[in-house]
C-alpha cells in the first residue's frame, strides 16, 4: 500500500526585543548563568507581570505578513506544570483567543507550489534551562540557569498540510525568511531562537481522515527536521506494516542516534489546568494600531523576487538566491546604486561574496567587501580597465580592507597594462625570446598566436590588455 | 495617647513635643508589654530605633523630612518587605527574607513611615481567625479565649490594642473587614485597582486588595492618600490618580442614599447584631441620609463562586514555592519526591485543602462545570452591585454574621468558618470598596461591626459617610480594660 505523511509544525521564534516579556531583564544571549534575572522573572512571592509592549509589535508584525486574522482582543493564560525551571510553577501563553487566527505561507517544493494553512499565532514566555552533566561543581546535581526565563517567544501553528520532509523544510525556511525580513526573530536554530516541533501522521494515499499522530520534539537545526520527519514518517509506515497500530505520544528526536524515542504517551500527558491569568488584562488592538504596523511592513521576499525579476531583468534563480535574505537582497541594491550592471553584480555576489558567505558562516556584511568595492570592481572591469582575473585577485586582496579599490590596484601594481609602445616593447622581447614559434607563426600556424598572447601575459603578470596584445601581435608579425 | 490620631502625631513629632524615637519606644513598650499575650507581631523590625534615631536628627539639624516621618506601622505579613522576613505565615516562606520591597512597602517608606514589624495572618491569608498560621494564634484583645478574625488578625489585633496607631492588611474575601469588625477597628477593602499589590504575595489575584486598619476614619482617609496610587507594575492597578481622600471628609451625607439589601438580613442573623446595624441607619438618617430597600437577588452564591474562583487562582499561585529556589526545601530520592515532600510538610492542612480544591476545579474535564461557570455566576454577582448603585450611593450591612469565636470553635469545621465571610464575598467578587467600622457592642462586650460598601473608585463617598457616622458615636475610642495601662 502507498502511504501519505500529514505534518504540521508548531514553531516558535524567539522574538527579537531588547528586554523580556513581562519584566526590564535583558534577552542577550550568552550571559553568565542568572544574571539577566530579576524577581519578577524569578518567580518571587508577589512579584507581577507588565506585557513589553514591543513583544506585541513584533507579533503584529509576523501575524499581518503571515496572512494571518488579528483579534481585536486576546488575552494571556497560565499553562500550569511543575519543573524546575519554570520558577513560578506555570508559564504564561495564550490559549483561549490567541492574538492571531488562521493565515497562510506560499511555499514551493520540487517546483510545486503550496500554500500551507496557519492555525494560529500566540506570545508565551520562555522557561529556564536546566543543565544535567558532569562538566559542572557536582555532577550528580542539576543546575538551572533562568536567563531565558520571561524571554518572549512566538509560537507560529501550521494546518497538517504538508506531506513531506522537503515541504516541511521549504515551510520553515519560507517563515524563517519573512521574520527575519521584518526583523522580529533572528531565527537561529542553533541558539534556539527558532524551534520546531513537529505533528505527524500517515495514511493511504487518498485518504480523508488523519490517522493517529505523534509529536516529535528536539530538532534543533534544518538538518534535523528532515531527517527526523523521514525517520519518523519511515517508522511509522514500518510499524503499520507490521500490523501495528500508531500509539498516540511525545517523541524526542535524538540528534546521536539519528532515531526518535518514546518520551511520553497520552495517558502521561500534562493536564495543564489552563485559565486566563489575573495578573494580565486583556490585549486590545485597535484598528489604527493595525493600519500603523501595516504600513511600517516591509517588502517581503515573494514580492521582492518578482521586482528583481521585472526591474532588474534577473534570471528567475537569481532572484530567487539574492532575495532569499533581505540582507543578500539589500546588498545587491546597494551594490546597484554605484553601477548599473545588475547580471554582474548578481554573478559577483552569488559566485565570489556568497562563497565567503558560506566559507565564514558569516552575514553579507560582514564578508569582507562593502557594496561600494564590489561596484568599483565590476566597473574597472566593464571599463576594460583590467581583465576579469585580475578583478577576482583584486576580490581576494581586497577582503577584510577599508581602502578603495583604486588604492589597492595602484599598491598591487594591478592595473592593466594598454600603453600600446609599452606593450610594443614587450611583444617584441618575446618574439626575439621565441624565434623558432614565430617562424611556424609566419609560416601559418595561426593558432600559435595564443601562445604568444600567453607569454605577454606572463610577462606582464596578467596585467596587459589581452585585445590589445592580440592586436599588436597581429600587427608586429603581419 | 490611646486615641491620638495620625494628624496629631505628625503635630507633635513637628513640634519636637515628643521624638520620632520616644514614639517608637512607647509602642515598642506596649508590644513588649502586651503582645506575649496576643501575639499580634510575627516579627519586628529591628532597625526602627535607628530609623527613627535618624530622622530625629535630620529633624534637629532642619532637613527637610517626608510627611510621616517617624510614625510607626505594622504590615500584615504577606506584604514584602526588603530585608525583613516576608513569612505569610506559612513555615514554607519561614526564613524567606525578600530582596525587594513592594509598591506599597515603598511608598510607606518614601512617605517617612518606620515599619515595625510584620504582623500574624492564617496561612497565606487562608482563614478567618489567624488559627491557620504556622506560628501563633494572634488573640482577640476584647476577649484572649476568642478569635481575631482573619486572615489580617494580627494586624486588626494589633490596632485594636493599641500596639500601633496602623497597620496593613489585605482583604481577599472579608478578611480586612472581618477581623476589623471582631476586633473593633476600621478596616477598609479598597476598589480592586486602587492600591498596587506588587509585592502583595498572591492568594487570589482577581479579589485580592491591600487595605489599612486605623482607631479612626480620618486615619484611614490619610493613609489612603499614601498607598492609593497608580502603579506601572501592577497591570490591574487603575490609571485614575488619587482621589482627594481627606479634603471630602466633610461628615456632611444629607441625601445620601444608603441601600438595604434584604439578602444581607436572613431570619439567621442574630438580633443583637441585626439591631445594631438598624441603630446605626438611624444614626445616619438623622445626618440626612435616605435609607432604601435594595435587592441583590444572586447573593446567596456568592460564598460557592467564591471558594471556586479563589481556590483555582490559589492553586496557581502557590505552585512557585516549590523548594526548588527560596523557602523551605524538604529532602526527596528525587525530583519529583523533593516537591512532594516539601508541599506536604511545608504548607498548612487549609492551604493544602484550598490548592487540592482549586487544582480540582481547573482540571481537564472539570474546568467547564466548575470554573467557567462560577466566572458566569460572578458576571450577575456584579450586575447585582452595578444595578444597586444606579439607585443607591451605598450599601449598608452586617460585616460578620457573629462578633468574635472561641478558639478551636470552627477550626475543624471549614464549611462553618468559610460562612464567616458570607457578608464580605460579594464585594470582592465585584471589586468595589467597602470599609468595617465599629457600631457598638454585643452582651458579651464583643465589638460588632457595621460595613458600608461602595461602587468602583467610590472610596470618598464611602469615607465621608463612615466619617459622619463615626462622629457621631463614640464605639471607635473603646479600648479594653487591661490595655488601657500605658
Redesign the interface.
Known amino acids: 500500500m502507498e502511504y501519505e505523511a500529514v505534518i504540521g509544525l508548531e514553531v516558535h521564534a524567539q522574538l527579537a526585543t531588547k528586554t523580556k516579556i513581562f519584566c526590564s531583564c535583558p534577552t542577550k544571549f550568552g550571559a553568565d548563568a542568572n544574571t539577566q534575572t530579576c ?1 519578577v522573572c ?10 513589553n509592549k514591543n513583544v506585541v509589535i513584533n507579533t503584529l508584525k509576523a501575524g499581518l505578513a503571515l496572512n494571518s486574522e488579528v483579534q481585536v482582543r486576546s488575552i494571556f493564560a ?1 499553562k ?1 506544570y ?1 519543573y ?1 525551571d519554570l ?4 508559564q504564561i501563553s495564550q490559549y483561549e483567543l490567541p492574538i492571531f487566527l488562521g493565515g497562510y505561507i506560499d511555499i514551493e517544493s520540487e517546483g510545486e507550489k503550496k500554500k500551507i494553512r496557519l492555525t494560529r499565532i500566540h506570545m508565551e514566555e520562555d522557561a529556564g534551562k536546566s543543565i544535567h552533566g558532569a562538566n559542572l561543581n557536582d555532577p550528580a546535581s542539576s543546575y ?1 540557569d533562568l536567563n531565558r526565563t520571561g524571554v518572549p517567544l512566538m509560537e507560529i501553528v501550521s494546518e497538517p498540510d504538508m506531506n513531506s520532509s522537503d515541504e516541511a523544510k521549504a515551510y520553515l525556511s519560507k517563515l524563517k525568511t519573512i521574520l527575519q525580513y521584518l526583523k522580529v526573530s533572528d531565527c537561529n536554530m542553533e541558539e534556539g531562537s527558532l524551534r520546531c516541533d513537529a505533528n505527524i501522521s500517515i495514511r493511504s494515499k487518498g485518504e480523508k481522515t488523519l490517522g493517529v499522530k505523534t509529536e516529535v520534539k528536539n530538532m534543533n537545526s534544518f538538518k534535523n527536521v528532515g531527517k527526523a520527519l523521514d525517520y519518523e514518517i519511515e517508522r511509522q509506515i514500518k510499524c503499520v506494516g507490521r500490523g501495528e497500530r500508531i500509539v498516540q505520544e511525545t517523541r524526542l528526536w535524538d540528534t546521536e542516534k539519528n532515531i526518535t524515542l518514546s518520551m511520553r504517551s497520552k495517558e502521561e500527558a500534562h ?1 495543564y ?3 486566563p491569568d ?4 486583556p490585549i486590545v488592538i485597535d484598528k489604527a494600531w493595525i493600519e500603523e504596523i501595516k504600513n511600517s511592513l516591509p517588502e517581503l521576499p515573494d514580492a521582492k523576487k518578482e521586482r528583481f525579476i521585472t526591474k532588474y531583468s534577473l534570471p528567475i534563480y537569481d532572484s530567487e538566491v539574492l532575495t532569499a535574505s533581505k540582507e543578500y537582497a539589500d546588498f545587491f541594491e546597494e551594490t546597484f546604486t554605484y553601477i548599473n550592471s545588475p547580471k554582474s553584480i548578481s554573478n559577483w555576489i552569488m559566485s565570489e561574496v556568497l562563497r565567503i558567505v558560506n566559507e565564514k558562516g558569516c552575514s553579507i556584511y560582514k564578508a569582507g567587501i562593502s557594496p561600494e568595492q564590489l561596484a568599483d570592481i565590476i566597473k574597472l572591469i566593464k571599463n576594460g580597465k583590467i581583465s576579469g582575473k585580475i578583478g577576482k585577485q583584486l576580490f581576494q586582496e581586497i577582503l577584510g580592507s577599508d581602502k578603495k579599490v583604486e588604492e589597492i590596484i595602484k599598491e598591487k601594481g594591478l592595473i592593466q597594462i594598454s600603453d600600446s609602445s609599452e606593450l610594443e616593447q614587450i611583444i617584441s622581447d618575446v618574439i626575439q625570446k621565441h624565434p623558432l614559434e614565430v617562424e611556424r607563426y609566419r609560416n601559418g600556424e595561426k593558432k600559435l598566436t595564443g601562445f604568444l598572447v600567453g607569454q605577454v601575459m606572463k610577462a606582464t603578470k596578467g596585467k596587459a590588455n589581452p585585445k590589445m596584445v592580440n592586436q599588436l601581435i597581429s600587427k608586429c608579425l603581419g | 495617647m490611646l486615641n491620638i490620631k495620625i494628624k496629631e502625631l505628625r503635630q507633635k513629632l513637628s513640634d519636637k513635643d515628643i521624638s520620632a524615637v520616644e514614639l517608637i519606644k512607647y509602642y515598642h513598650n506596649r508590644i513588649n508589654r502586651y503582645d506575649p499575650e496576643i501575639k499580634s507581631f510575627i516579627s519586628l523590625n529591628e532597625t526602627a530605633l535607628e530609623e527613627a534615631s535618624l530622622i530625629d536628627q535630620k529633624r534637629a539639624k532642619g532637613d527637610h523630612l517626608p510627611p510621616f516621618a517617624g510614625i510607626p506601622i505594622a504590615l500584615k505579613d504577606l506584604i514584602i518587605t526588603k530585608n525583613i522576613p516576608t513569612t505569610c505565615g506559612s513555615k514554607i516562606l519561614e526564613h524567606f527574607i525578600p530582596p525587594y520591597d513592594a509598591t506599597v512597602t515603598k511608598h510607606l517608606k518614601d512617605a517617612g513611615f518606620i515599619i515595625m514589624g510584620k504582623l500574624n495572618m492564617d496561612e497565606f491569608a487562608m482563614g478567618s481567625s489567624c488559627e491557620t498560621s504556622y506560628f501563633n494564634k494572634t488573640r482577640n484583645p476584647w476577649d484572649t479565649n476568642r478569635v481575631p478574625g482573619g486572615s489580617s488578625g494580627g494586624s486588626a489585633a494589633a490596632v485594636a490594642a493599641r500596639l500601633i496607631p496602623l497597620s496593613l492588611g489585605s482583604d481577599t474575601g472579608g478578611s480586612i473587614r472581618q477581623p476589623g469588625a471582631l476586633c473593633g477597628v476600621v478596616g477598609l477593602k479598597p476598589t480592586y485597582g486602587r492600591v498596587s499589590r506588587y509585592g502583595l504575595v498572591a492568594f487570589a489575584s482577581s479579589l485580592d486588595q491591600i487595605g489599612p486598619f486605623t482607631t479612626n476614619v480620618e486615619d484611614t482617609a490619610e493613609i489612603m492618600t499614601v498607598i492609593g496610587k497608580h502603579d506601572d507594575k501592577d497591570s490591574t492597578s487603575a490609571k485614575i490618580d488619587n482621589d482627594n481622600y481627606m479634603s471630602d471628609l466633610s461628615g456632611n451625607i444629607k441625601g445620601l442614599k444608603i441601600g438595604l439589601p434584604k439578602e444581607y438580613f436572613s431570619e439567621s442573623l442574630n438580633d443583637e447584631l441585626k439591631n445594631s446595624i438598624f441603630d446605626a441607619l438611624k444614626i445616619m438618617e438623622k445626618c440626612g441620609a435616605e435609607i432604601v430597600d435594595i435587592d441583590m437577588p444572586h447573593t446567596e452564591y456568592a460564598v460557592a463562586v467564591y471558594y471556586i474562583i479563589a481556590t483555582a487562582e490559589a492553586s496557581s499561585n502557590l505552585a512557585r514555592y516549590d523548594g526548588v529556589k527560596y523557602g523551605y526545601r524538604a529532602d526527596g530520592k528525587n525530583l519529583n519526591d523533593m516537591y512532594v515532600h516539601t508541599k506536604s510538610s511545608g504548607f498548612g492542612e487549609e492551604v493544602k485543602r484550598r490548592i487540592m480544591l482549586g487544582t480540582y476545579a481547573l482540571s481537564s474535564g472539570y474546568y467547564d462545570a466548575y470554573y467557567l461557570k462560577a466566572q458566569k455566576v460572578r458576571t450577575l454577582i456584579k450586575n447585582d452591585f452595578i444595578s444597586a448603585f444606579k439607585k443607591v450611593d451605598l450599601i449598608a450591612t452586617p460585616t460578620s454574621p457573629t462578633t468574635a469565636f472561641k478558639l478551636g470553635e470552627k477550626l475543624k469545621d471549614p464549611l462553618q468558618m468559610y460562612l464567616n465571610d458570607i457578608y464580605t464575598i460579594p464585594l470582592n467578587l465585584y471589586g468595589g470598596c467597602g470599609i468595617s467600622i465599629p457600631c457598638g457592642f454585643d452582651k458579651k462586650m464583643l465589638p460588632l461591626g457595621l460595613q458600608l460598601l461602595g461602587g468602583y473608585f467610590e472610596e470618598s463617598k464611602l469615607l465621608n459617610c463612615a466619617y459622619a457616622f463615626e462622629r457621631a458615636t463614640d464605639w471607635h475610642t473603646k479600648v479594653p480594660d487591661w490595655l488601657e495601662k500605658e
Open positions: 524577581p524569578i518567580g518571587m512571592p508577589g512579584v507581577l507581570p507588565v506585557l497560565r500550569n511543575f524546575p520558577p513560578k510553577g506555570y538551572v493536564d489546568r489552563y485559565f489575573p495578573d494580565l488584562v
